[in-house]
């Protein structure tokens, strides 16, 4: 399986935007990017995925590099509420049947 | 309201005893999912289903089994030969089960074994 490289841990103040970072360097032509994220002692929440495009929901942006090697989660006024543990995964398009590999994963905290 | 239940939110078990956790999903999705979440990591797949009467083994489906005998509802058995059954146990489901397809994850259950 691909893997993904985040930062441990990120900082953000509140109404501020927050960029988090995602290497993804072996990534292959099928491998969705997905981002979910997860509060302590609670499952894990579907933010956003693309493929190849940029893309928005009302939750966040996810802009991905032109040769899909990397990608960025965008949110663009943090809340004390997108405190949270950010999951950068690769989903396998083909047969993998949607298998979600997770790492560490970013832990955000936005200070009031 | 369409979603993920899990129940119970907290079991305690001897060891040597088997337990199941239970998953039931409304969204009528496909494709159903079982991870183990331990503290401080990342959720490792344990068993996944993508059609009824059809299931595949994660990366860590020793010690454990599964049923999918109807689209909404995957059990998770933790058998006794599970060395180290103490963790967080998250159910999730997916529309087909596809790399493009979002999951959608319940409210986990956390399994104490002494």
């Known amino acids: 399986d691909a893997k993904t490289t985040q930062p441990n841990s990120m900082e953000s103040n509140e109404e501020e935007p927050v960029h988090l970072p995602c290497n993804h360097s072996?990534?292959?032509?099928?491998?969705?990017i997905h981002w979910y994220r997860q509060l302590p002692s609670q499952g894990p929440e579907y933010v956003i995925h693309g493929l190849t495009s940029n893309v928005n929901n009302r939750m966040a942006s996810l802009a991905i590099a032109e040769d899909r090697k990397s990608s960025t989660l965008i949110l663009h006024r943090a809340t004390l509420r997108d405190a949270a543990v950010y999951y950068c995964i690769l989903n396998a398009g083909g047969t993998s049947y949607g298998k979600l590999t997770f790492g560490q994963g970013t832990i955000l905290t936005v200070h009031p | 309201d369409g979603g993920i239940t899990q129940s119970p939110k907290y079991l305690f078990r001897k060891e040597g005893q088997n337990v199941t956790l239970s998953c039931e999903q409304n969204?009528?999705?496909?494709?159903m999912y079982w991870y183990r979440q331990d503290p401080g990591q990342g959720l490792r797949l344990i068993y996944y289903s993508q059609i009824v009467n059809d299931f595949q083994k994660g990366d860590i489906a020793e010690g454990y089994s599964v049923s999918r005998e109807k689209k909404e509802s995957f059990p998770l058995t933790v058998t006794s030969a599970q060395k180290n059954p103490t963790a967080f146990y998250l159910c999730?489901?997916?529309?087909?089960?596809?790399?493009?397809?979002?999951?959608?994850f319940g409210p986990g259950t956390r399994l104490t074994v002494t």
């Open positions: 969204l009528n999705h496909d494709a």
């Open positions: 999730a489901s997916s529309p087909r089960g596809l790399g493009r397809d979002e999951q959608y």
């Open positions: 072996t990534i292959s032509g099928t491998d969705y």
